[in-house]
């Protein structure tokens, strides 16, 4: 072992042995890769393989895998490279009936993807009536790509606050106040069923805490409605581009609201609902 002069007090200092020099590079490497083997796995911008395609879009593959295939899938049609990825498209159609509502939610995205293809219309159609209201959702969203209005009874309650309601019975405990926002999987509240753990209560939807129906710390029933869940900018913006489409007048009075400052609501909204609105009006005067 190498010593050096300590320059404060010119005193003589072992320098580190060799394995403690490996031992903090070693570590040093890991600070490095460990983030990088996370962000690898997680990034979904890391262009697969047709093996590694083949291997995410089986059925039994881990959900965010699947997502990641398909968003590929959907990368490459909106760049007109159809031919690249038909081959997937039968397993695409499989995953519609995905047991996982994350999957089948990007499936119906990506099957908006291709609206020259008559099967993905079909099964854009059974997927709205899938129990998962973003599934339906986007369903809807990617009908409108095939001229196909089927959906917009689903559209229209995207614009609309959405009341829900207690899965089981018991004393209710809000973690959120009214005006917080929500994403899916968002604690709200706990509920409080009698011994042992209370069971959490979770948002199937994005958007914002609009109105609680019952106080804090009050029973409810189950199917009881507890509180009213205003949508996200995001979808209320999808959703007045699809109207846009395949609006009729009927609808204007549900878009209206966002002409104006709408709660959480930005500039470019509030644009969108007027050109809507507008859309609507000119198809109707022909």
């Not at 499989?94 to 219309?121: K, Y």
């Not at 007048?249 to 909204?269: L, N, S, V």
Request: charged letters at 25%; one cysteine or more; aromatic letters at 6%.
């Amino acid at each position: 072992m190498t010593t050096t002069a300590d320059p404060l007090s010119n005193t003589p200092v072992k320098a580190p042995g060799k394995r403690v020099t490996l031992v903090i590079y070693g570590v040093a490497f890991l600070m490095v890769l460990v983030p990088f083997l996370f962000w690898k796995g997680t990034w979904f911008g890391r262009e697969l393989s047709d093996q590694e395609m083949a291997n995410c879009l089986a059925p039994s593959a881990k959900p965010r895998s699947i997502q990641h295939a398909l968003l590929q899938i959907s990368e490459k049609l909106s760049q007109g490279r159809k031919e690249e990825v038909k081959k997937w498209y039968p397993l695409m159609l499989a995953l519609t009936n995905h047991p996982m509502p994350e999957v089948r939610v990007t499936a119906a995205w990506s099957l908006g993807q291709d609206n020259q293809e008559a099967p993905f219309r079909d099964f854009l159609r059974l997927l709205l009536k899938d129990p998962n209201t973003l599934v339906r959702r986007n369903a809807a969203l990617s009908l409108v790509r095939f001229g196909d209005d089927s959906g917009k009874a689903e559209l229209v309650s995207i614009l609309r606050p959405v009341p829900l309601t207690s899965p089981k019975s018991g004393t209710i405990i809000f973690r959120l106040k009214e005006d917080d926002s929500v994403s899916p999987g968002t604690l709200i509240a706990r509920i409080r069923t009698g011994g042992g753990e209370p069971d959490e209560f979770r948002s199937p939807l994005p958007g914002f805490l609009e109105k609680k129906l019952v106080d804090d710390g009050k029973d409810v029933g189950v199917g009881e409605e507890i509180l009213l869940l205003s949508p996200s900018e995001e979808q209320v913006w999808e959703a007045l581009r699809a109207l846009y489409l395949v609006g009729q007048p009927e609808e204007i009075r549900d878009i209206e609201p966002f002409t104006g400052k709408a709660p959480h609501m930005g500039d470019r909204t509030r644009q969108q609902a007027r050109l809507t609105i507008e859309a609507i009006k000119r198809r109707n005067s022909n």
